[in-house]
């Protein structure tokens, strides 16, 4: 869901006035797009629907009843998508053509040509359909949940808050850290002890805030205030209080970016390609070959050419300079 808030954009750019429907499984995009004026329904099919035939079938009954002038399936690799996209009653049907035919698609993208990052996908199929002039270096949208002004002010009281309760009301650098990922694209505790540790030689004067996982427990051994919830909206806002937003790719990583928190996504697994942090003050690392404290480094030097660029501003201070971290190379 985070992933297509770039579509939502695209569409609302290129048609005026529109609106969008949407088709999830699972609750979570009425969060995601609460304050979306252009959305106006959205259908949450169950989990595992077809353990639920009963409201799996009313919903597509509810659904079908709907004629759209578009309907798109944005994704690459899904069966399920496409059978909703053909379920689906409209005049123009637009997908990927992934090699085997696209029976019931009036419009068709190749394969070939989707770009890389998952999110990019269906703004240029989209783009290829209504603007095929469009140049393909054009900026793409960026991840954002559209955060309101209420939602930030409380979330960024609710980062003051915790460094003072945790003995950081000095801090000058409001830095959260999520250390949950699935699989192997954890991080051992040791590693982010070590990185935690070299990250503050870096900034001297810097808070750390642990977003804590859904299963409720830190995995940072509680060293650190932690902040919890099961809403996204909420989750997005006190990280959107934050300078700098670390964390491996996931979800969360994810939600930071479209929180418009600057963050930088560490990589070791997975394609960076395909799920890295794009737009303004959002940076990648491969951490693949690299300490804890060479990472930090990295960390830093990227963070501060951010913030010495103007591309960001510190929530908590005007200015952040960063010493040398060994490992690292700081600008």
């Known amino acids: 869901m985070l992933l297509i808030t770039p579509l939502i954009a695209e569409l609302e750019r290129l048609y005026k006035g529109v609106e969008i429907d949407i088709v999830a499984e699972g609750p ?3 969060d995601v797009f609460a304050t979306f004026f252009s959305v106006r329904n959205i259908y949450c099919l169950p989990l ?18 709907n004629r759209y002038d578009l309907i798109i399936d944005p994704c690459l690799g899904s069966g399920f998508s ?4 053909r379920l689906c009653r409209g005049q123009r049907k637009l997908g990927f053509d992934e090699g085997a035919g ?12 989707a770009p890389p990052h998952m999110a990019k996908r269906p703004v240029s199929l989209v783009r290829s359909f209504a603007s095929p002039a469009v140049d393909a270096s054009t900026d793409f949208p960026p991840l954002d949940i559209r955060l309101s002004e209420a939602e930030r002010a409380q979330g960024q009281a609710v980062v003051r808050e915790l460094l003072q309760v945790s ?3 000095a801090a000058k650098l409001a830095i959260g850290i999520f250390a949950n990922a699935t699989g192997a694209k954890r991080y051992p505790g040791e590693w982010w002890r070590e990185f935690i540790d070299a990250l503050r030689e870096a900034f001297p004067q810097c808070g750390i805030v642990e977003i804590i996982p859904g299963h409720g427990r830190s995995m940072l051994d509680s060293r650190w205030p932690g902040y919890y919830s099961n809403k996204i909206r909420r989750m997005g806002a006190v990280m959107a209080g934050l300078d700098l937003m670390i964390s491996a790719d996931c979800g969360v990583m994810h939600l930071a970016v479209a929180s418009r928190v600057p963050t930088i996504g560490l990589f070791a697994v997975t394609d960076a390609n395909v799920y ?7 940076s990648l690392l491969d951490t693949g070959g690299c300490t804890a404290r060479e990472v930090a480094g990295k960390v830093a030097a990227a963070f501060t050419q951010c913030m010495n660029s103007g591309s960001v501003g510190a929530r908590l201070a005007p200015q952040i300079t960063a010493a040398p971290v060994a490992g690292g190379q700081l600008t």
């Open 167 to 169: 003995g950081q009301p």
């Open 276 to 282: 890295g942090p794009y737009g303004c003050g959002n």
């Open 28 to 30: 979570a995009a009425v």
């Open 102 to 113: 696209a029976p019931g698609l009036t419009h068709m993208l190749p394969k070939s040509m």
């Open 82 to 85: 496409r059978i909703l996209t």
């Open 48 to 65: 595992r629907g077809f353990k639920h035939p009963v409201a799996f079938l009313s919903l597509l009954s509810k659904i079908r009843k």
